[in-house]
């Protein structure tokens, strides 16, 4: 049942990589990032210091058959690249609504990555989405450039907690219509 799951998950063509759905072989890079205060300290859920077993459980959630949660890993092997940049995820809400979060490797920054995935995410539209909405932190413009360039239309100040800083972070919250 779960591999049937995963192969219904849409495979995505960028013009550098695919994004794929997250599979168990992930785990190792998937876990060196993650481990990575860099990384774990823009997103909201990733912990740091990295317990054992957060990254497995982070596949085993976003490959069950009931998940809410779609992750897609940017893969470049078939580009000549690694087979882990980053993850790209849709979180789903209701009314044909889901929140997009995204990073990548810190080796990655600046490279285009990010807004390429953004963008195909945007264009396949894999959930059917009529609205995207997006949070950054406000400590990260980089995400946020990445988001108003794919289109999304600022939306207000908020602020989310962040497991790995231990706190509540001030964020920036955008909106993409898609229908």
Same mark, same amino acid.
């Given at each position: 049942?779960?591999?049937?799951?995963?192969?219904?998950?849409?495979? *995505?063509?960028?013009?550098?990589?695919?994004?794929?759905?997250?599979?168990?072989?992930?785990?190792?890079? /998937?876990?060196?990032?993650?481990?990575?205060?860099?990384?774990?300290?823009?997103?909201?859920?990733?912990?740091?210091? /990295? +317990? +054992?077993?957060?990254?497995?459980?982070? *596949?085993?959630?976003?490959?069950?058959?009931? #998940?809410?949660?779609?992750?897609?890993?940017?893969?470049?092997?078939?580009?000549?690249?690694?087979?882990? $940049?980053?993850?790209?995820?849709?979180?789903?809400?209701?009314?044909?609504?889901?929140?997009? @979060?995204?990073?990548?490797?810190?080796?990655?920054?600046?490279?285009?990555?990010?807004?390429?995935?953004? $963008?195909?995410? *945007?264009?396949?539209?894999?959930?059917?989405?009529?609205? *995207?909405?997006?949070?950054?932190?406000?400590?990260? +413009?980089?995400?946020? #450039?990445?988001?108003?360039?794919? @289109?999304?239309?600022? /939306? @207000?100040?908020?602020?989310?907690?962040?497991?790995?800083?231990?706190?509540?972070?001030?964020?920036?919250?955008?909106?993409?219509? $898609?229908?």
């Amino acid at each position: 049942m779960k591999q049937e799951t995963i192969l219904a998950q849409a495979v *995505i063509e960028t013009p550098r990589m695919f994004l794929r759905p997250v599979r168990a072989s992930d785990a190792g890079l /998937l876990a060196m990032y993650h481990a990575d205060k860099r990384v774990a300290e823009m997103t909201t859920s990733i912990p740091h210091p /990295l +317990p +054992p077993g957060a990254t497995e459980s982070f *596949i085993a959630n976003v490959t069950k058959p009931d #998940r809410g949660s779609f992750s897609w890993v940017m893969d470049a092997t078939e580009f000549g690249g690694s087979e882990v $940049l980053g993850v790209i995820s849709l979180d789903q809400m209701d009314r044909g609504q889901s929140e997009i @979060g995204y990073w990548v490797a810190p080796a990655m920054w600046n490279t285009g990555f990010a807004s390429e995935a953004v $963008l195909a995410m *945007i264009d396949a539209n894999p959930l059917e989405n009529k609205t *995207i909405f997006g949070s950054v932190f406000q400590d990260n +413009p980089s995400s946020a #450039r990445v988001l108003t360039n794919a @289109g999304f239309d600022y /939306l @207000g100040d908020a602020e989310a907690f962040s497991v790995a800083r231990n706190a509540k972070v001030a964020t920036w919250t955008y909106l993409k219509r $898609l229908a």
